[in-house]
């Protein structure tokens, strides 16, 4: 007979990919952790885990046995998170990812006040970007991640919240500077700088611009930035322009935002949304979360359809 308990370990053991590490995690010896794996094994008649690998990793239907295991154990806590939000009892843990090109602007304006009205939530953000968060939520690693869709994975549940407008940021001097409005188009340049691979942002902008990263030689140096910060600290000395979204704008001086520019022929956006995996628990934890962010940010940011959203994942 399948016991949760077993489930538990195969699932801590396919997150660690390490028969000590998920031991660890589990709160039990590694003995005991590898006996209850063996006898689920033998009393299935199949492996779960090829042990010849490392890390370990689990066989083909091994795969198939640890997705329906994950939806098992989600299940099972459903049940206690059903009743907490029977009780509108907010209390618990919520680990939540969240991108770098949000994290400065969004966790300032609500994570604050979401600890404080609700002082039973016990809040743990990670910064990473997108791939990593997907990844971190398909193992049970996070609760949530807030990130900018599309993301087209089928084991990953959307909930958009707002839409941010990309705007252009130029030196002062740039040929684009002073313009009250820039065409599409205008922004296929050489001298633009961009994010690092990896950010959802960067590929966001070569996608609206058409722009071809090889063509970038009409900059000082060449620099893939790791931050919206490094970008326009190194426009205001160097030169240059780049896109920067919505949110990103508050943290200008009255000098800087003399830099922003609009689009004429398009108002791109991103849509920014909560997501979980398909097995989410913590149904109130997270639409809490939804809700802390939408009081945050300004309602016409939440309306949909004010602005074409910038795809930036296949």
Not at 97 to 104: K, V
Not at 203 to 226: A, I, R
Not at 234 to 241: A, K, L, N, P, S
Request: aromatic share 8%; proline share 5%.
């Amino acid at each position: 007979m399948i016991t949760l308990i077993q489930l538990e370990y195969i699932v801590a053991v396919d997150t660690h990919r390490h028969f000590a590490q998920a031991a660890e995690h589990c709160f039990v010896t590694q003995p005991t952790l590898s006996m209850q794996i063996k006898k689920l094994e033998d009393d299935l008649g199949i492996k779960i885990f090829d042990r010849s690998k490392q890390p370990v990793i689990p066989t083909d239907i091994g795969q198939e046995v640890l997705e329906r295991a994950r939806g098992v154990l989600a299940g099972a806590e459903g049940i206690n998170d059903l009743v907490k939000h029977h009780l509108k009892d907010y209390s618990g843990e919520l680990r939540v990812g969240i991108i770098p090109t949000l994290a400065p602007y969004l966790l300032p304006l609500f994570a604050g006040t979401l600890k404080k009205d609700f002082p039973g939530v016990i809040l743990y953000f990670e910064e990473l970007i997108t791939e990593r968060i997907a990844e971190k939520l398909h193992k049970g690693q996070l609760d949530a991640g807030v990130f900018v869709t599309p993301f087209n994975d089928p084991g990953i549940v959307e909930q958009h919240v707002f839409y941010e407008e990309m705007l252009v940021y130029a030196h002062p001097e740039h040929k684009l500077a002073g313009k009250e409005h820039v065409r599409v188009a205008d922004a296929a340049q050489p001298d633009i700088w961009l994010l690092s691979d990896g950010h959802c942002f960067r590929n966001q902008v070569v996608n609206l611009c058409s722009y071809k990263p090889q063509e970038h030689n009409e900059l000082p140096f060449s620099l893939e930035g790791g931050s919206l910060e490094t970008l326009i600290r190194v426009i205001d000395r160097e030169g240059g322009f780049t896109l920067i979204p919505e949110l990103a704008c508050a943290s200008l001086n009255p000098e800087q935002k003399n830099n922003l520019i609009q689009f004429s022929d398009a108002r791109p956006v991103r849509e920014v949304s909560v997501c979980y995996s398909r097995y989410y628990i913590k149904r109130r934890l997270i639409q809490l979360l939804i809700d802390e962010i939408r009081k945050a940010v300004p309602m016409q940011m939440q309306q949909e359809g004010q602005g074409e959203v910038v795809k930036w994942k296949n």
